[in-house]
């Protein structure tokens, strides 16, 4: 067995690749110590927390078409984050950071005060809200006076909680850059502005992570689309899988 510190980083339904990549780290004897999540990478992080596995999580996701109602059609998302966080009480009542199985840091964008907060404590479903919160499609998520919103604005590989910790850093980035690639609708617009954006926030903090693993095959989904989860989930199963296949063990805190 050994424990990996884990980052997960936003990219709306492409999030659900993380769980495929944690279940094949799982299989390979990797326990889960603290998750540092964004965004999707939040939520999921959140439902690993919460003692659920990524099957079922997934079932879950299917279930409730969290992801995809969070896609906007006609210009507005299926569901608001008001519903979303009633969705979300219904997986966890007590609504606390300290009711879960291990640590989780949720990271969101400030707009008020121009940085990324990091939440560990207290009220678990405002924060994940306000991580998840798309600039342009939902309002700021309001918390102690201050604007928040998709922490992947500033920072979509969030892992600064974990750069003094002895323990093996793992990172996965669900947002593959692709060149060359062209748009001609307004949200294939902002799909890839989004990701431009994301990515650029990424480069550095890639090469802090013992294990760094983007599964490229995610650039057929787009942030905006409507898919099948469980393809998306395969995606980020076989990646990893063949990996570690390919690897064997994931190196030791290189860098700490």
């Known amino acids: 067995m050994q424990p990996i510190n884990l980052v997960l980083s936003g990219g709306g339904v492409r999030g659900v690749a993380h769980l495929g990549v944690v279940k094949a780290l799982q299989q390979r004897g990797m326990v889960l110590e603290a998750i540092s999540g964004v965004s999707s990478g939040a939520v999921a992080g959140a439902f690993l927390a919460g003692?659920?596995?990524?099957?079922?999580?997934?079932?879950?996701?299917?279930?409730?078409?969290?992801?995809?109602?969070?896609?906007?059609?006609?210009?507005h998302p299926v569901m608001t984050l008001e519903k979303l966080?009633?969705?979300l009480l219904d997986y966890f009542p007590d609504n606390r950071f300290e009711r879960l199985n291990f640590p989780l840091i949720v990271s969101s964008s400030d707009l008020t005060q121009g940085h990324s907060d990091f939440f560990t404590?207290?009220?678990?479903?405002?924060?994940?809200?306000?991580?998840?919160?798309i600039p342009v499609l939902f309002e700021p998520v309001l918390i102690d006076g201050n604007q928040l919103v998709d922490g992947g604005v500033l920072n979509n590989l969030p892992v600064e909680p974990f750069l003094e910790e002895d323990v093996t850093l793992v990172g996965v980035h669900v947002n593959?850059?692709?060149?060359g690639r062209s748009v001609n609708t307004a949200f294939a617009l902002m799909d890839r502005l989004m990701s431009l954006g994301a990515w650029q926030t990424v480069k550095a903090r890639k090469k802090l992570c013992d294990l760094y693993l983007e599964p490229p095959d995610l650039?057929?989904?787009?942030?905006?689309?409507?898919?099948?989860?469980?393809?998306?989930?395969?995606?980020?199963?076989?990646?990893?899988?063949?990996?570690?296949?390919?690897?064997?063990?994931?190196?030791?805190?290189?860098?700490?």
């Open 51 to 75: 003692g659920y596995t990524p099957d079922e999580i997934l079932q879950i996701l299917i279930k409730r078409d969290l992801f995809q109602l969070l896609q906007p059609q006609n210009g």
């Open 176 to 179: 593959p850059w692709v060149k």
């Open 219 to 256: 650039c057929r989904f787009g942030v905006f689309d409507k898919v099948d989860m469980e393809d998306i989930f395969k995606v980020g199963y076989d990646f990893a899988s063949k990996y570690m296949e390919r690897v064997g063990s994931i190196p030791q805190s290189q860098f700490r």
């Open 85 to 87: 966080g009633n969705v």
């Open 121 to 133: 404590a207290g009220e678990l479903i405002r924060p994940l809200l306000a991580s998840s919160s």
